[in-house]
């Protein structure tokens, strides 16, 4: 078994697992955090597995800068534009599942 095969958001993008979407395209998969850490907390996701965000990069950095033009595009639908984009990258910096995620915070004036 492969680590995509065992990976919870690929099942998720899979239709597996419930998730409230927010956006999806051909290569790119958005939804709601079901522990939120912002008014609006949106997970967007490549389709394609990789464990995070320097891997991501390296592989396809296309697909990165995508990532973070659905990200605006989210905010500027679900806020008025402001958003905060994080990648927590290996276990010791919060990274609790392993295949890249951006996570999108808005809605709401955030502190620093």
Known sequence: MSE???CLFCKIIAG???SSKVYEDDTTYAFN???PKAKIHVLIVPKKHYANVAELAAADPAELA???EV???IADERFHGAFRLVFNTGLDA???VFHVHAHVLTGE???E
Request: glycine letters at 4%; zero cysteines.
């Open 16 to 18: 597996q697992i419930p």
């Open 71 to 73: 990200a605006q595009h």
């Open 4 to 6: 995509a095969d065992d």
């Open 94 to 96: 919060g990274q609790t």
């Open 33 to 35: 955090d079901i522990n």
């Open 66 to 68: 995508h990532i973070a």
């Open 109 to 111: 004036v955030l502190d």
